[in-house]
């Protein structure tokens, strides 16, 4: 009998030892979801950050800008907005989304503008806002928020 106590003693300090490693793994589990929602949100705060400069532009035909779609963007924005911009408009990076069309009766690929200074950026979305389309000869052009 008393070897019986003793096993189920050994057997219960055994199982304890062993609840314990699992509570400690059960708290860094929680530890480490509380981590991960911490920097999935942080994660989703960085790319909208990124995307509050930019602005899509639909509807200009392939190949209209040229090669350079910054110096086309440069002197196209002030005259489709009507704004002056002091300093004149800089941009991060631009380009088209997607891989290039080779049949031109499809419609353009849109332009993704990364502008330097947010406060220019909130002007051409805000008179894109008021204005509706622009036109660049029989085509119409609208911008928004990407």
Avoid: C, W
Wanted: net charge positive; aromatic share 4%; glycine share 6%.
């Amino acid at each position: 009998m008393r070897l019986d106590i003793a096993s189920f003693q050994t057997r219960v300090t055994g199982l304890e030892h062993g609840m314990g490693s699992l509570e400690t793994l059960m708290a860094t589990s929680q530890d480490r979801d509380q981590d991960l929602l911490y920097l999935k949100s942080k994660l989703t705060d960085l790319e909208d950050r990124s995307r509050r400069d930019n602005i899509r532009i639909l509807g200009i035909p392939e190949n209209k800008e040229g090669t350079d779609i910054q110096a086309f963007l440069s002197s196209t924005l002030p005259k489709l907005t009507s704004l002056n911009f002091d300093p004149p408009l800089e941009f991060q990076r631009v380009h088209r989304v997607g891989p290039k069309r080779s049949d031109t009766s499809l419609r353009p690929r849109p332009i993704i503008a990364s502008l330097l200074r947010h406060n220019q950026t909130r002007q051409i979305l805000q008179t894109a806002r008021n204005h509706g389309p622009f036109r660049i000869g029989q085509h119409d052009i609208r911008i928004t928020a990407d």
